[in-house]
């Protein structure tokens, strides 16, 4: 069972109380873009086999989507931030660095 | 290769069963082969082994990290239909469903394919509309199926419970020549074959890296060191992301973890499959007498081999309603895959942005119907660069936005 603290309530929920949103800080390209950018965005993902940046709402609590950074290949999880965000703040990158020091952002 | 026949048996218990040759070499890798296959599950073997039987290729090497069978096509619940929607589903998973029925003799292997039939529940009106369209569009296909009224649903399944509060059986989608077959004799037997016809399964070979030159391929560094080849298949299911990224290109896949699960042995009481998709489950009944329950996947990315206990219990909950006997049963084990799920839920078979590199993946949770289809169509394409079966299924349907969507009727897709 996955568990995650919810930045903004606080709560310590279970999966059963989140609903899971795919990898996060996705870049939108948009009108002027290329085919190959467009592409990129809607379907290509990194599906890593270790840390995974990802967005996740508390569906069945305060409602409010927040991101998270998670191994997938241990489910151990490392940090939960804001969702008002477009990359990992430091002290998540320096939480994973700690725990993964083999591990760096792209 | 020795055949094996009822006389074999006899000979061999006569001595002793003493004589039985091994089934498949474990040979040192060559510097450079033809194809390497990477992944030796059932799709990557069945590529070899069409490889070898349709096209003559044989300088063939299929490496595989762990033992062969012992990814997905070694977990799943074994279900084989072909009643999908679209025109190119249709096509490949019917190939792969008529190759069953003489894989056995094909192989000279047994892999007890059992056409028992499957029957897809329809538990809402819109499930009814649904199966409804689908067995119209089977039969344009050429694909036999039929929908059937919750009478004969009844005659087919005693023990299912016709009129639950929550979950009424309304109707069904009937393929009668669907079914099951032993999962790992699958493997086993494509993998005798392969090695029989000079190729080199390779287990316990890791492929750490893809190397190319001026856009083209040339070889993998595998932890039995680099092995070179002329063209590659990438077979590997699940790590078919992480395979790609050592590659340098991204797929549009995600990776997550399906269950399965089965209860302790039982007198017979169910002959045929039934799915009821709306509740995400679905059983059958192995020949050894456990009942072969599966959900549906969770939602996040995961590498583990491991599910969460909640959709076990979401998906038990609801076939009890269906099936209000279970509901006594112990559960013996459970256990989890790791699927490759793609947005229209169907699969890729395509060349790559790097020449000479091939991908067959993104079955999903639904693959192992599909495997000698799969093996024909894949096979051909990486021989001559193009197959009939597989045209529909590239990577580059996605930017132009012709997805073959299977994922109706809640998504589940086995
Ligand atoms: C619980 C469960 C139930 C299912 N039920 C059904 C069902 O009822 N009907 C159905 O049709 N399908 C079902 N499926 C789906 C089906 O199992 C798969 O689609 C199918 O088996 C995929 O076969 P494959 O050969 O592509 O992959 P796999 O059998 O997973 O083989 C891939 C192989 O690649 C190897 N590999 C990975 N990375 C590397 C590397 N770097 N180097 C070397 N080797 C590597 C792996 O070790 C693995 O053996 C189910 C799946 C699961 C998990
Ligand atoms: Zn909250």
Redesign the interface.
Known sequence: ??ILECPYCGVTAD??EL??G??AHLKRFGPGSS??EF??Y????????GV?F?RWRHANGCGKWFHAA?C????EVFATYTAQIAEPPAEVIAAIRAKRPDWSPE | MRRYSAFAIAREAARYHQGWERAWAAPEPKKHYDVIIVGAGGHGLATAFYLGKNFGITNVAVIEKGWLGGGNTGRNTTIIRSNYLQDPSAAIYEKARSLYETMSQDLNYNVMFSPRGVIMLAQTHHEVRGYQRTAHANALQGVKTEFISPQRVKELVPIIHLDGPRFPVLGGLWQDRGGTARHDAVAWGYARACSDMGMDILQKTEVTGVTSEGGKVTGVETTRGFIGCTKLGMVVAGHCGVLAEKAGFRLPVESVALQALVSEPIKPCMDVVVMANTVHGYMSQSDKGEMVIGGGTDAYNNYTQRGSFHHIEETVRALIETFPMISRLKMLRQWGGIVDVTGDRSPILSKTPIEGIFVNCGWGTGGFKAIPGSGWGFAELVAKGQSPLTDAFGLNRFREGRFIDESVAAGVAH
């Open positions: 069972m996955l999966e059963t609903a899971a795919g990898e085919d190959e592409e990129g809607l379907f290509h993902r990194q599906n890593p086999k995974h990802e998670r997938t290949a241990s489910l």
